[in-house]
């Protein structure tokens, strides 16, 4: 649905509107921080040094928080209600924003994001399920139409706020802008208390789950980060990577025995959501790496500003919104296997095509031409694969594999970041810059072929409508991967 179709729909009640504006600003804000940041981390880099481990931390710490917490944030929504929720997830994302603003190091930085990470696992799942409550039938899908396409657009204009932060003032400024809007919905926000859905007191929260999950992601992280500085034969680096996978078990182990799990593993037997999953990981994997790397690349190496790196990096964004609902609506008709196959390996060409990038940089004959490609495959397999993973769970489990599938995507844009030290080398170069786009051409073909061997046609109503409305994820989906 595009913007101009959008506008037109507004919520026919003052609370619907008032619900729709709070979780609209909510998400913006989570999904607008995600790009500005990548933007910044060459001038983050500058000025508090730390080198490459620094970025990926600052990367990473943020996402790290956010995989682990997002399943358990629906579970918090339904025992404490939902705006009381996403006014604990705004506050303390304008709270953290701040300190990362302040920080006067890298490791207060690092420290900051992470918290930051724990509030934006708060504001949009709880977003989308106020939406969700306060509209029914066919103006909640328009509801969620509007919301997507609005969010969307932080893609678009991230560049130009965080790269002229960053070019003109401080790359502080694109953490103190968050309070802003922040404040600007507070007052709104706190008016949808007296109405907010009635609590359910008797769901259990997988607090336990979500611990395990974070020792679990964390470790390994933490390892493949450090080391590039400390070597493999450091306890620094074995402890946390034997006791994250020790974690990463036992969590599996709870997740299949605890009566109300954060993860429903039986949800991964149903085919086409569990391939699907597969799916994303390699295929968000590869979104992360390869743009973590060119966005860097075209700064610290390239020469280029942090404005005109955030525009030159949008062409594949633009097209994704242009076309992601017409092939959505093939998806619906046609099923989704094939785009499914050939979006990720023409994302695969145009990273391929980034292979003729020389010194010095021409961005009209070495990156735009991969970009237009990566956008057109982006297009064409980000609506089929919503389209495939929702359409395959009973419809009353939609929002809990929606949630699954957007911890996937995070989850595989954190472990593609800490790799990235040993890909790249300590020190950005146009070599490491060749072996990252083979490893993200390498990630996309494996999504392409991980959807020909597993994903089976569905063509139906349930198929055509998460496609429609699926191209993308709640939190900006490939746009947002783009940070």
């Given at each position: 649905m595009h913007m101009t179709d959008q506008a037109s729909l507004a919520p026919s009640t003052p609370l619907q509107r008032r619900v729709l504006v709070v979780a609209i600003v909510a998400s913006f804000i989570a999904i607008l921080d995600g790009f500005v940041v990548n933007l910044a981390l060459p001038a983050i880099g500058r000025e508090l040094g730390g080198g490459l481990v620094i970025q990926q931390w600052v990367f990473d710490a943020y996402l790290l928080t956010l995989g682990a917490l997002i399943l358990v944030a629906g579970s918090l929504s339904d025992h404490f209600g939902r705006a009381r929720i996403l006014e604990w997830g705004l506050a303390g994302f304008a709270l953290t924003s701040v300190m990362c603003g302040l920080a006067w190091n890298g490791e207060v930085l690092v420290v900051s994001r992470a918290l930051q990470g724990i509030a934006g696992a708060l504001l949009v799942p709880s977003s989308l399920a106020m939406i969700v409550t306060s509209f029914s039938g066919p103006a909640q899908s328009k509801a969620i139409g509007q919301w997507s396409g609005w969010t969307s657009a932080a893609a678009i204009v991230a560049p130009l706020i965080g790269g002229v932060s960053v070019d003109l003032l401080s790359w502080r400024v694109i953490f103190f802008i968050n309070v802003i809007p922040a404040a600007a919905i507070w007052p709104m926000l706190a008016k949808l208390r007296s109405s907010d859905a009635a609590r359910d007191k008797s769901k259990r929260i997988d607090y336990a789950g979500a611990v395990l999950a974070m020792i679990g992601l964390g470790g390994p992280v933490f390892a493949f980060i450090e080391q590039g500085r400390?070597?493999?034969?450091?306890?620094?680096?074995?402890?946390?990577?034997?006791?994250?996978?020790?974690?990463?078990?036992f969590f599996l182990v709870h997740e299949n025995r605890t009566p109300e799990p954060m993860l429903p593993l039986r949800l991964f037997a149903i085919r086409n959501f569990g391939w699907g999953n597969l799916s994303t990981l390699a295929i968000y994997g590869a979104i992360s790496l390869g743009f973590f790397a060119l966005g860097i690349y075209l700064q610290q190496v390239g020469g280029l500003g942090a404005t005109v790196a955030?525009?030159?990096?949008?062409?594949?964004?633009?097209?994704?919104?242009?076309?992601?609902?017409?092939?959505?609506?093939?998806?619906?008709?046609?099923?989704?296997?094939?785009?499914?196959?050939?979006?990720?390996?023409?994302?695969?060409?145009?990273?391929?095509?980034?292979?003729?990038?020389?010194?010095?940089?021409?961005?009209?004959?070495?990156?735009?031409?991969?970009?237009?490609?990566?956008?057109?495959?982006?297009?064409?397999?980000?609506?089929?694969?919503?389209?495939?993973?929702?359409?395959?769970?009973p419809p009353d489990e939609a929002g809990i594999g929606s949630a699954v599938n957007n911890a996937v995507a995070r989850i595989a844009g954190l472990i593609c970041i800490a790799f990235a030290g040993l890909i790249v080398g300590p020190v950005f170069t146009r070599e490491g810059l060749y072996n990252a786009l083979l490893v993200t051409a390498a990630l996309f073909a494996l999504g392409a072929v991980t959807s020909a061997v597993g994903i089976r046609n569905q063509v139906g109503e349930a198929a055509g409508t998460a496609g429609e409305r699926g191209g993308l994820h709640d939190d900006g989906g490939p746009a947002g991967q783009h940070a």
């Open positions: 400390v070597g493999w034969g450091s306890p620094q680096v074995w402890f946390p990577l034997v006791a994250g996978a020790v974690a990463l078990a955030g525009i030159a990096l949008l062409p594949g964004t633009v097209i994704l919104m242009l076309c992601a609902s017409y092939f959505g609506g093939l998806a619906g008709k046609y099923g989704p296997r094939w785009f499914m196959t050939a979006g990720p390996l023409l994302c695969a060409i145009g990273f391929l095509m980034s292979l003729s990038i020389q010194e010095p940089l021409n961005y009209w004959t070495q990156v735009l031409p991969g970009q237009v490609v990566f956008g057109v495959g982006l297009a064409t397999l980000v609506a089929p694969l919503t389209a495939a993973i929702l359409g395959a769970v």
